[in-house]
């Protein structure tokens, strides 16, 4: 099936750093959401973006709709240990109904000691 | 919020049986949910889509007399992997939307471990 490209593929980075990913799509999108995934648990939606140039936070999160409606980024801001996990963009053609989700190929993020 | 629960959290089972998860939206309906699977280190690929009341949508590969879907009620769907074997073994996840909740997103259970032994 297809997958958005996510990068970086994994991020090494020091409690209290920022982090930045991104999600390209070689399609367009109608809907952008950014899920964070622990070690043997399901999806957990952070954010969702459902307007070409939208840019929402969450705390210390923050994501923005690509303007050509083909990428999507996240940033975090002064990263904590429980920021640790695996992080997914996913695209939406629609912005009801029951459409399926394409998933990214996920950046894993390490905060170092 | 919307609450999807995935039963059972891990299964381990012999080579040729079948083996049931189930999908609950808790606190919501739900005419559609979604199967995913995940193999080590890797994204979710979608398997099919389960309607309720009707026939489930499988992605091209997925052989749907393998992964059986049944979405008897608008808030439980179950995926059963006949005849399972060690190829099989993979993190199930199933998803699903309030239908009564205009524009909401995807909440996704917490997974179901199958290891074929």
């Known amino acids: 099936g297809q997958q958005l490209n996510q990068s970086p593929q994994s991020m090494f980075i020091q409690e209290g750093e920022d982090v930045s990913m991104n999600c390209t799509s070689s399609s367009i999108f109608n809907t952008w959401l950014w899920y964070k995934q622990d070690p043997g648990e399901g999806p957990v939606l952070l954010i969702a973006?459902?307007?070409?140039?939208e840019l929402t936070s969450n705390g210390r999160l923050t994501a923005q709709f690509g303007i050509t409606r083909k990428d999507s980024f996240l940033n975090i801001s002064a990263s904590i240990p429980s920021d640790v996990g695996i992080y997914f963009c996913?695209?939406?053609?629609?912005?009801?109904?029951?459409?399926?989700?394409?998933f990214g190929t996920g950046t894993r993020l390490t905060i170092i000691p | 919020g919307a609450v999807v629960s995935q039963h059972p959290s891990w299964v381990i089972c012999k080579s040729g049986t079948s083996v049931k998860i189930e999908c609950r939206s808790l606190d919501f309906q739900a005419t559609t949910m979604f199967w995913y699977r995940q193999f080590p280190k890797q994204s979710l690929m979608l398997m099919a889509t389960s309607n309720e009341g009707s026939k489930a949508t499988y992605e091209q590969g997925v052989e749907k007399d393998k992964f059986l879907i049944n979405h008897a009620s608008l808030t439980l769907s179950t995926l059963t992997v006949t005849s399972a074997h060690p190829e099989d073994s993979s993190f199930y996840i199933c998803?699903?939307?309030?239908?009564?909740?205009?524009?909401?997103?995807?909440?996704f259970g917490n997974g179901t471990r199958l290891t074929v032994t």
């Open positions: 998803s699903a939307r309030d239908m009564a909740a205009y524009n909401s997103p995807l909440h």
């Open positions: 996913a695209g939406q053609l629609t912005n009801f109904g029951n459409e399926k989700l394409t």
């Open positions: 973006l459902y307007k070409a140039g």
